[in-house]
């Protein structure tokens, strides 16, 4: 039994094995110089880079009068409806795809494995212009899906950027199409390393798909899904340009999310202080996201 | 009664072979539509590139080029219009910054996640994880007052401030990998090789870094899709044209009045080349190294 085997072989029910007691628990002398010195660059980037500006950054935001400004905003109002719903639908539809996508190119043709390739293409394309691209593809009569619709169907498509749900649906599908590929490739390797003994003995047990994807793939497969929804969500949160590019916040603002407000309010308003905190809002929600995080990841390792 | 349908399956009724014949169809359509959802947005930038006029396009209706012309990707390549006149050393601007954001997290995560986990340098949880902390932090937060303090330093139109920010951001989720592939190297190999007198830099560059070599390229390749794919760093903080880079270039168009979206179509095609090439050439690597990871566990 392989090491791999080994781990995913272990429920998150089963009793956890006790770490193992280290044989160097305590560092001394120059051993622990050494450490010290290979952990400075990173923590040097940290304090700089993280702790530094983020602190700065709460300082900046430290007016509450702030706060009453933003909620009074009608604008901020809507911003938070779109990035809870840009954010909540785009990474768990991407996911939850992936995950059935993974199964999908798990099947032994060659055609699908000549698809895989191509099916990666967009997350090996930058984003700026993919989603310039996808701007381009939604902008009116001249894009090319109206066209499309148009020389194929005979339809006339709708000026997608004009009304705000289609405008948001827009930003949805290309995140999706843009960061779609990366998350099935991890969950595939995921599925590949699931015993081919298992799938048998669901099978000789008469486990149809949908059973065999419910109460076999999906157990095993729960931690890594939990993980990588936890750290694409803290991500697509910060995501600033999707929204900005495809959709550009048309019309008028009503597609904006909390990034591109932020960056809105402190750059072309010139109110920083407001920008900071207009992103500093999500903070309540991501706090407990990176808890939960940094405790799954923990009790993994505990695992191994 | 499964010992029954595990006999009867070599012999397939016509209800199953129906039901092969659909499930196969139902993955042709499917396989069908991912090829044209995976490559729509890209058919669409050739579409526009390849358009002979300069300036407004009148697309309505069409869906293939009405008469193709390599002509945007030369005027480009040749630095022939005055929003592409630095096109070169915007691209080696890219180049620079994608390099070295690559390097530098490679270096940075392999050391700390060597410290944290080989050498345990902490058994507790939360030192271990605490570059996780930084994903607290949006992206489009910290870029307020980053630029701020840039600016204060001097840095604001720089490449380096850009590195500075993707290394931020790469390294994080590359020390998470690397402490998860290494779980895969055992423990007693580092012991061994102290038993026998090597200094830790010794085992660090003998043995860490040539058994992590799967993972290092995973995260080197990540770290620089990261630099490519990143925008908002560098919109904000790189004003000059000659320190801009491609990324902010291709924004620029929007911004003009009299903008010709072949030219731009044809720089975003060239920009794309490179990640594609370096993609395709470490994928092996890529997949073995990310997800090893990611899995175990």
Known sequence: MSSTQQVLAIEPGAPVRPRRPSRHRHLHGSEFAWAIAFVVPYAAVFLALVIYPAAYGLWMAREPSLYRDLVADPLYVRTVVNTVLFVGLGVNVKMFLALLLSGFFMRRRWWIRALLPVYILPWAIPAIPAFVSFHWMLIGEEGLVDSALSALFGIRGPIWFSDRWLALGSNISAYIWKWMPFWTLTFLAGRMAIPHDIYEAADVDGAGRCARFAHVIFPLLGNLYLVCTLLSTLWTVGDFTTVYLVSEGAPAYSTDVLATLGIHYAFDAAQPSLGVAAVLSALPALIPIVIILMRTVQTRKVQL | ?297
Not at chain 2, 90 to 103: D, E, V
């Open chain 2, 1 to 297: 009664m499964s010992v029954a349908r595990s006999f009867g399956s070599p012999v397939l009724r016509p209800r199953h072979r129906l039901r092969r014949f659909l499930a196969e169809v139902a993955s042709v359509i499917l396989g069908v539509a991912l090829l044209i959802w995976s490559l729509a947005p890209v058919y669409n930038m050739l579409l526009v590139a390849l358009d002979r006029d300069e300036g407004d396009i009148e697309f309505e209706g069409l869906i293939w080029p009405p008469d193709p012309s390599l002509h945007s990707f030369q005027a480009v390549l040749t630095q022939g219009y005055w929003l592409v006149e630095d096109f070169w050393r915007q691209f080696g601007n890219s180049f620079f910054i994608g390099l070295m954001t690559m390097a530098l997290t490679v270096l940075t995560g392999s050391l700390a996640s060597f410290a944290l986990s080989r050498m345990r340098l902490s058994n507790g949880a939360l030192l271990l994880n605490a570059p996780l902390l930084t994903y607290a932090i949006p992206s489009s937060f910290l870029v307020i007052p980053f630029a701020r303090l840039m600016a204060s330093y001097g840095l604001s139109n720089t490449l380096w401030a850009i590195i500075a920010a993707n290394v931020t951001f790469a390294t994080p989720y590359a020390i998470l990998i690397l402490q998860q592939y290494a779980t895969l190297i055992p423990i007693e190999l580092d012991e061994a090789a102290r038993m026998d007198g090597a200094s830790p830099v010794q085992v660090y560059r003998r043995i860490y870094l040539p058994l992590m070599t799967p993972a290092l390229a995973a995260v080197g390749t990540y770290a620089l899709l990261l630099a490519w794919n990143e925008y908002l760093y560098q919109y904000v903080m790189l004003s000059s044209t000659r320190n801009m880079t491609v990324a902010v270039a291709i924004a620029q168009f929007f911004n003009s009045d009299e903008a010709p979206w072949n030219y731009m179509m044809a720089t975003a095609i060239i920009y794309s080349l490179p990640p594609i090439v370096i993609f395709y050439a470490l994928r092996r690597y890529m997949a073995e190294g990310l997800t090893r990871g990611a899995l175990k566990g």
